[in-house]
């Protein structure tokens, strides 16, 4: 093994891989324009639909008579801007329930004992909650009512000679002290810790199968194995590569979140009052990266080891989706935003422990003896898996690409056979 | 070549190749054999699909382990010293595709660099290579993009990139059409005069016949017969290397039911 | 020969085993568990929010009186529904003295800060910038939105001080004597006309196709992404077509075998589904009913065996056109959007299905899906979607069988001229490539920069670096002769006045097809609409407003889009027109707004056709120029009232005009 071999090894495969389209897409494009694209599509769909249904007016029927000092009530209810009163509808029932009204509003004198009260009254609101465009109607004259209400109660208390900040009792109030900056990373700490697991993902899928099972593909394995280098740098070059791809859609997913998350989130969020502050801490930075490339060395090998035994490039796929799945399962786990993730517990599992770290990190949390477990637990893995990778790769099966891609059957003779002539140990390095 | 012509460049003592096969338990694919090349020599391996050929040669090329008996490529043993033996020679067969999606230039470069060819001589190797085979029309042309016709010089270049003492031509001339199958046969002479020592597989007589100096004759895993055409003619009395060929196979076997092609399911994936 | 092919499309599928058990099978198992699994999630991290205890401080100089309020509305009793919450007074407060008002809420500051309290309860009077009408007192709750445990603290204790009120103003008016509960003042009372089958009906419309169309694709795709690019890959294709069976049969086969596969795959899942909501383990939303009779379920059927055909012949289709089983998997997210985006058509309210959506493949069904499910479905409108969907499945159908025949598919691999000579030869084979590159430049420039640049800075950007930029660099790159790429050269004379009468007509023919489908294809809320073109109001003055919005791009767009991509294209393209529509397309692309696509498409091909006609880009220039002209100026400097109604006379001239127009357009004589 040593650097030169390796070094042309790692730049062969990247030059090919450069040039292989479906990688380019997903490793670098794909990262890139994810969020942007998706934020964008986000915003310009909820921002329609939204419109839509405000931008409908709601078409309703006013029945009934209110005491005359509510007559000022139905008229508000046809000054609504967003309010259509129709008149002779036949039926208003069935013209609601087949959609070609929204609302009938009944307004009466309450005949009860809370007629007690003189002028009380009640409103019955008839409407369709399975569409949407009632359901809205109905939202909007409830609203109004209720503002009539309240100030038909305060001047009720008025003229029983009830003090008006004694009828308020108290205001209750909010006051957020946290920045800007403290929910921006909260957010991006919920965004980056998952699609970061999946960019990285998708980055290593195309060349880990490209390079073991696409090679055996076009029988360019063999031409591999006859090269004048040790078959150990062969295997670490494309290991790096695949690696090294993993790394760069976790950083340019990185980057493109960064920058597109204030452009198009900012509008959105303008709305409910909140701002953005994207920056990071050099620490959390610094994590962040590690977390990356953490991710990127777990991946890398652990697909390398399942694309191995592939024969074909479909075949692969097939292969390495698994692991796919495993990469979305902390996603889902450490799905709840909660204030500190990582313990020293929670770091002993692989993925996930790097998904919280990364995670915290943003938020401001450094967990350093979890860090360190989670540290230790992720390059043991890759440890293991690459060492796997390595003899998997060695077996002559695999060298002559003779093997027949079935997995049962390779551990049958392979791990659990008794030794016989066939001597079941790698060939020579 | 610095070798002197009396070493052999390739020594084979008792090779043995088994495959375990779940069925029938061990098989014997290559059954101890023992030969060797010399410098500016074609070694001619003879014999029918599932022979044992491409076991012998992968062995050779180190992708295969024997199971035991020893082979040294230019000094080197391909089981202790594996990596010097793949830097000295160049290995081609049917299954050593190009890499698609690089120039037939690039390939040249980076099977030269690959296979330790000294850094600051690679780009003239790599001329001296483009010339040599009239590959400088469509040197920046990808491989995907090439002609079979292309890709067969293409592929025996990089083969040769690295300028090695011993050469490996595992069924070159399989799937070729008639102009290509020359040009091969063409070039693995030059290969001979430039001082390699060249070994040849095939199951086509006339080839082996043309090209090779010395012949072996393998079946079921086994040398029957080893020595030059004129040496074999004699042994068996038969002028054509079809006849003396049949003449050795039908003798081993003891029957004429046996036809060579009954073993093909040993090395299906080779060929 | 069709029972042949097909048997053996689906024997080779089925002992595929590796592909079946990843892709069938595992979800089959993997989706509940998924769904199980966030569930789990999310009751362990709710009851973790409902069992924490709550840490609360108290400041501010009201203290004696916040102290009481806050004690006795944490004595109520819990809601129906409020989880009981533990709430707890932080004990590191009491040793100050109350008095001490500062230094009470540094101290509670920064409790907050560091997690150890959740909430800080500020007890104060009134001041002037809480803009109260009556100056009650204030119970101002101080939390951190960046951390849940503080967010749901806040929560539930301003959720306890409100029920805590209302009890004291209830008690406050008895006192004074009202005559009825304060509750029973103006009731607003519901009454849902919608009975629980229709809600049911509603709630699978918006997702039963959506559902339907990805398992289809997903379900399909495992057979079409072998079926023709792998059969390419493996060599096998040759074999297919030399064989006695046609090219339409072959075509027929593969299509059933899709579908069959398709079908397969939405009936498991669909059934896996159902299965796990019988036996409880997924649960249906509360209120609602589902109860399909067996007309209902009949006309489902009718729905989908169009859309099974249609996601099956646009599977084979990009099947058909991928060289390899990986160009296929490229292609294939974007067929998935393709196909979603309509499906989910039911979910836009205002829709109906007695509209001009039902000629749109799918999104028609969507509707039609919605109306069979929760009313309003009519047999010649529902039909007519079907139609709809069904004629867009039988031209796919048409294209895959051209494709099947086309000449290359079976030659692809073989050595190319072009790609040795490079140059001008390759230019039309990259030419969409470079433009997506630079529409990637320029979505990232408007997204990453918009603000810091301004809007002129933007367009300068935009045009000058971009489009100018991009066109000259490619014409070096590829050593291509300007005056043959950009068009530089005379046209004939009568050109100028049909570009002077042509492009004021095809503007208001412009507002016109606006206007149409806004009035029947879908209906959008003319305030939306504003909403939208919002950014494009500018106070730049008329000249600036010229030479920005009108003179630049009519000149720099130009150059790119009607010079170099339509250059590209028409060696690329066989038939001029279809060039015409591509290079409008692009443009229209670059247009990224989503009202803007559109007109700015038609307007791209229509300069694309003038460049055609004339053989030259100046009178296309001019065009450009106007249009943009005319578009902004008017109605940024109010010379014309916003909503002017064009007369239908006016349309009738103004087609015409762009009929004469095209009339006169002609190349220079020679």
Not at chain 1, 91 to 101: M, Q, S, Y
Not at chain 1, 142 to 164: F, K
Not at chain 3, 182 to 193: F, G, H
Not at chain 3, 582 to 611: D, E, N
């Amino acid at each position: 093994m040593n650097l030169r071999e390796i070094g042309i090894l790692y730049r062969h495969e990247l030059r090919s891989a450069l040039r292989e389209r479906t990688i380019v897409v997903n490793g670098i494009l794909i990262p890139i324009f994810m969020y942007p694209l998706l934020l964008w599509g986000m915003f310009t769909a909820v921002t329609f639909v939204q419109g839509l249904n405000d931008g409908f007016a709601s078409r309703i029927v006013v029945d009934g008579q209110l005491p005359a000092m509510h007559s000022e009530l139905r008229d508000s209810l046809q000054a609504l801007p967003a309010v259509d009163v129709v008149d002779d509808v036949d039926d208003p029932r069935a013209a609601v329930a087949e959609g070609r009204i929204d609302a009938i509003v009944t307004l009466r004198p309450t005949d009860d004992e809370t007629a007690a009260l003189p002028g009380n009254f009640r409103v019955d609101i008839a409407y369709d909650r399975a569409e949407t465009r009632s359901a809205d109607a109905r939202a909007r004259v409830e609203a109004l009512v209720s503002r009539w209400r309240s100030r038909w109660l305060a001047d009720l208390g008025d003229d029983l000679g009830l003090d008006a900040a004694e009828r308020g009792v108290f205001v209750v109030a909010r006051e957020d002290v946290s920045t800007a900056r403290d929910f921006t990373n909260v957010l991006l700490g919920y965004l980056l810790s998952t699609f970061l697991i999946m960019m990285v993902a998708i980055g290593c899928f195309l060349p880990a199968i490209d390079t073991t099972a696409g090679e055996r593909e076009r029988s360019t394995w063999e031409t591999l194995m006859t090269v004048g280098a040790n078959r150990g740098s062969v295997v670490l070059a494309k290991y790096l590569y695949v690696a090294t791809l993993g790394i760069v859609a976790g950083a340019l997913n990185v980057i493109a979140l960064m920058v597109s998350i204030g452009a198009v989130l900012g509008p959105l969020l303008g709305e409910s009052g909140a701002s953005l502050d994207v920056a990071l801490t050099p620490r959390a930075a610094l994590v962040m990266i590690g977390g990356a490339v953490l991710l990127a060395m777990t991946f890398g090998a652990a697909m390398m080891v399942f694309a191995s035994f592939a024969r074909s490039f479909k075949d692969g796929q097939a292969m390495v989706t698994p692991v796919i799945w495993l990469a979305v399962l902390p996603i889902l786990v450490g799905g709840e935003p909660s204030d500190v993730n990582l313990s020293t517990s929670s770091a002993t599992v692989p993925i996930l422990n790097i998904s919280l770290m990364i995670r915290d990190a943003i938020r401001g949390f450094f967990v350093w003896d979890a860090i360190a477990v989670t540290l230790v637990v992720s390059l043991g893995l890759v440890a293991v898996l690459l060492f796997l990778a390595r003899r998997v790769l060695s077996f002559e099966e695999f060298l002559t690409g003779s093997f027949d891609g079935s997995f049962w059957r390779f551990a049958k003779q392979r791990l659990f056979a008794r030794r016989s002539l066939s001597d079941p140990r790698p060939t020579a390095r | 070549m610095t070798t002197p012509l009396h070493t052999p460049a390739v020594l084979v003592d008792d090779l043995r190749k088994s495959f375990f096969e779940e069925e029938r338990g061990e098989v014997p694919a290559v059954d101890g054999i023992s030969f060797e090349a010399r410098p500016g020599e074609v070694f001619g391996l003879l014999g029918a699909n599932g022979a044992g050929k491409t076991t012998t040669l992968r062995m050779l090329s180190t992708v295969l382990r024997p199971t035991s008996g020893s082979a040294t490529v230019m000094g080197h043993d391909v089981v202790t010293e594996s990596e010097k033996v793949r830097q000295s020679l160049g290995f081609y067969s049917a299954s050593t595709a190009l890499y698609p999606r690089l120039t037939a230039r690039e390939t040249l470069e980076f099977f030269a660099r690959i296979n330790g060819y000294p850094p600051s001589r690679v780009p003239a190797r790599v001329d001296e290579l483009v010339d040599r085979f009239g590959i400088r029309e469509y040197e920046h042309g990808r491989v995907e993009k090439l002609s079979s016709g292309m890709k067969q010089k293409v592929s025996i270049a990089r083969t040769i990139a690295h300028d090695p003492p011993v050469l490996i031509f595992d069924e070159p001339t399989v799937g070729l059409d008639v102009m290509n199958a020359i040009e091969m046969v063409k070039v693995i002479s030059e290969l001979k005069a430039d001082g390699k020592a060249v070994l040849y597989s095939s199951h086509i007589m006339s080839e082996v016949e043309k090209l090779c100096d010395r012949i072996g004759i393998l079946h079921r895993g086994r040398l029957l017969a080893l020595g030059t055409l004129d040496e074999l003619r004699e042994a068996t009395g038969e002028h054509y290397l079809e006849d003396i060929f049949v003449r050795f196979v039908t003798d081993e076997s003891g029957a004429a039911g046996a036809l060579p092609g009954a073993f093909g399911e040993l090395e299906s994936d080779a060929s | 020969m069709i029972g042949p092919l097909l048997r053996n499309e689906l024997r080779m599928l089925l002992r595929d085993t590796r592909t079946i058990l990843i892709a069938v099978v595992a979800p089959v198992v993997l989706v509940p568990g998924y769904i199980l699994l966030t569930g789990a999630v999310d009751d362990r991290e709710s009851a973790r929010l409902d069992s924490a205890t709550y840490t609360w401080a108290l400041v501010g100089d009201e203290i004696a009186w916040g102290e009481r309020t806050v004690e006795a509305a944490l004595a109520l009793p819990a809601d129906s529904g409020e989880a009981e919450t533990i709430f707890e007074r932080t004990a590191v407060m009491a040793e100050l003295d109350p008095e001490a008002v500062e230094r009470r809420t540094e101290l509670a500051d920064s409790l907050l800060e560091a997690g150890e309290i959740q909430v800080v309860v500020v007890a104060r009077q009134a001041r002037a910038e809480d803009s109260l009408d009556v100056a009650t007192p204030v119970l101002s709750l101080r939390y951190r939105s960046g951390s849940d445990l503080s967010r749901s603290a806040r929560g539930r204790l301003e959720n306890r001080l409100e029920r805590y009120r209302e009890t004291v103003r209830d008690a406050l008016y008895a006192s004074a004597g009202f005559p009825v509960d304060r509750s029973d003042v103006a009731v607003v009372v519901d009454d849902n006309v919608a009975t629980a089958a229709k809600e049911g009906g509603r709630f699978l419309a918006r997702f039963l196709l959506p559902l339907v169309v990805m398992l289809m694709l997903a379900g399909g795709s495992i057979i079409a992404a072998d079926t023709i690019s792998g059969e390419k890959e493996r060599g096998t294709l040759e074999t297919l077509l030399t064989s006695a069976a046609g090219r339409s049969e072959i075509v027929r086969a593969k299509l059933l075998a899709i579908i069959v596969v398709g079908l397969a795959v939405v009936v498991v899942n669909v059934a896996n589904l159902g299965l796990y909501l019988t036996i409880g383990i997924l649960e249906v939303p509360e209120g609602l009913a589902l109860d399909l009779s067996f007309g209902q379920l009949g006309l489902l059927v009718l729905i989908f065996v169009p859309l099974a055909g249609l996601v099956a012949a646009a599977l084979l289709l990009i099947s058909g056109f991928a060289k390899s089983y990986r160009e296929y998997q490229l292609y294939q997210p974007v067929l998935f959007l393709a196909f979603l985006l309509p499906s989910l058509a039911a979910l836009l309210p205002g829709l109906e299905l007695q509209s001009v959506v039902v000629l749109v493949p799918i999104a028609g069904l969507s509707v039609a899906t919605g109306a069979v499910l929760a009313g309003g479905w009519s047999l010649p409108w529902g039909l007519a979607a079907i139609a709809s969907t069904s004629i867009a499945a039988l031209l796919l159908l048409r294209w895959v069988e051209i494709v099947l025949s086309n000449e290359r598919l079976i030659t692809s691999a073989s050595w190319d001229e072009a790609d040795f000579r490079g140059g001008a030869a390759l230019f039309p084979r990259h030419v969409l490539t470079w433009f997506l590159t630079l529409w990637v430049l320029f979505f990232l420039v408007s997204l990453w920069f918009g603000d810091a640049l301004g809007v002129r800075g933007q367009i300068v950007v935009n045009l000058v670096g971009v489009f100018l930029g991009g066109s000259a660099w490619l014409v070096h790159r590829y050593r291509l002769d300007p005056v043959e790429v950009l068009s530089l050269r005379a046209p004939g004379w009568t050109s100028w006045p049909a570009v002077l009468v042509g492009a004021p007509s095809f503007l208001v023919l412009g507002i016109g097809v606006a206007q149409l489908v806004n009035t029947y294809l879908f209906p959008v809320p003319q305030s939306l609409l504003e909403a939208f073109s919002e950014g494009l109001t500018l106070n730049l003055g008329v000249l600036q407003l010229l030479f920005f919005l009108a003179l630049m791009p009519g000149v720099l767009e130009e150059i790119a889009f009607r010079g170099v991509l339509l250059h590209g294209l028409r060696r690329r393209l066989a038939s001029p027109w279809i060039a015409a529509i591509a290079c409008g397309a692009v443009f229209g692309l670059f247009h990224v707004s989503l009202f803007r696509i559109v007109p700015t498409g038609l307007l791209g091909i229509m300069l694309a056709l003038v460049v055609l006609r004339t053989r030259s880009i100046y009178p296309a220039m001019l065009w450009h120029f106007l249009n943009n002209a005319l578009a902004l100026v008017p109605a940024e400097l109010e010379w014309i009232e916003a909503d002017v109604v064009i007369p239908a006379w006016g349309y009738a001239v103004a087609a015409a005009g762009l009929v004469t127009s095209f009339l006169l357009l002609r190349p220079a004589q020679r």
